[in-house]
Nanobody, 114 residues
Framework: QVQLVESGGGLVQPGGSLRLSCAAS????????MDWYRQAPGKQRDLVAR??????NYADSVKGRFTISRDNAKNTVYLQMNSLKPEDTAVYYC?????????WGQGTQVTVSS
């Protein structure tokens, strides 16, 4: 059973920064896509950022502000979030797909408010 454990969420003022971490319980191959999703209250869960091989992709709403990175030696993926806005408030989830199987973390709350 693959487990993903997120950490690093919290309350931050607009314009501030947070760094989320997601640690996997297994060794992660570079070719496996690891993603960050987020879900705000009453809204669907949306893809925020993806890391696969040497490529990264971002939602338009976070381009230039968020950076996804991974340390395969530590089986960990990160999401550096800068210039945070109130609309970034959501529960952030780590996601891993291995073939037909999907795995999700438990989520970490990010609240951007003054």
């Amino acid at each position: 059973q693959v487990q993903l454990v997120e950490s690093g969420g919290g309350l931050v003022q607009p314009g501030g920064s947070l760094r989320l971490s997601c640690a996997a319980s297994i060794s992660i191959f570079t070719t496996w896509a690891m993603d960050w999703y987020r879900q705000a209250p009453g809204k669907q869960r949306d893809l925020v950022a993806r890391s696969s091989g040497s490529s990264t992709n971002y939602a338009d709403s976070v381009k230039g502000r968020f950076t996804i990175s991974r340390d395969n030696a530590k089986n960990t993926v990160y999401l550096q979030m800068n210039s945070l806005k109130p609309e970034d408030t959501a529960v952030y989830y780590c996601h891993l797909r291995i073939g037909p199987n999907e795995y999700w973390g438990q989520g970490t709350q990010v609240t951007v408010s003054s």
